[in-house]
C-alpha cells in the first residue's frame, strides 16, 4: 500500500509498485511548480524524489508511512520544463533500520534530469 497524506494528492502524485524493490511516480507538471525561470523548482523535483524513496517501504493498513527520511541528495542535470516527470526508485540496500535508497527523474522525453540518494530510517 502506498502512503496517503494530503501534501502528495495536492502535488497529483500517480504511483506504480513495479516489484518489490522499486517504486515508479508520475507527477503532471503544472504552472503552479514553475520558477520565476520557467523551469520546474528544485523543491517540486526534490518533493518527487524524496516521497518515490519514501515509498519503496509499504505503508501501513491505514496508508501511514513506515520509514522516515534520514538524509536526501538531490543532483540537478537538466533544466525541467514538459508535461510530466517520472521517478525510479529501488532500494540499494536494507538493513535492520536504516534503507538507502536511488531515485532517477526523467522528463516526458524520458531524458534523465536529476539524480538522487536517500537514506530512509525505518520505525518499527
Given at each position: 500500500m502506498?502512503?496517503?497524506?494530503?501534501f502528495d494528492e495536492f502535488l497529483g502524485f500517480e504511483y506504480k509498485k513495479i516489484d518489490e524493490d522499486?517504486?515508479?511516480?508520475?507527477?503532471?507538471?503544472?504552472?503552479?511548480?514553475?520558477?520565476?525561470?520557467?523551469?520546474?523548482?528544485?523543491?517540486i523535483i526534490s518533493s518527487l524524489a524524496d516521497v518515490a524513496m519514501s515509498n519503496l517501504i509499504?505503508?501501513?493498513?491505514?496508508?501511514?508511512?513506515?520509514?522516515?527520511?534520514?538524509?536526501?541528495n538531490v543532483s540537478?542535470?537538466?533544466?525541467v520544463t514538459g508535461s510530466y516527470l517520472i521517478a525510479e526508485a529501488?532500494?540499494?540496500?536494507q538493513g535492520r533500520t536504516l534503507i538507502h535508497t536511488d531515485c532517477s527523474i526523467f522528463n516526458d522525453k524520458q531524458e534523465l534530469v536529476a539524480k538522487s540518494k536517500a537514506i530512509l530510517?525505518?520505525?518499527h
Open positions: 502506498f502512503i496517503k497524506q494530503p522499486h517504486v515508479q511516480l508520475r507527477l503532471p507538471i503544472q504552472d503552479l511548480f514553475l520558477n520565476s525561470a520557467g523551469v520546474v523548482h528544485g523543491g509499504p505503508a501501513d493498513a491505514n496508508g501511514i508511512q513506515q520509514a522516515l527520511t534520514v538524509d536526501l540537478f542535470l537538466k533544466a529501488h532500494i540499494e540496500k530510517f525505518r520505525k
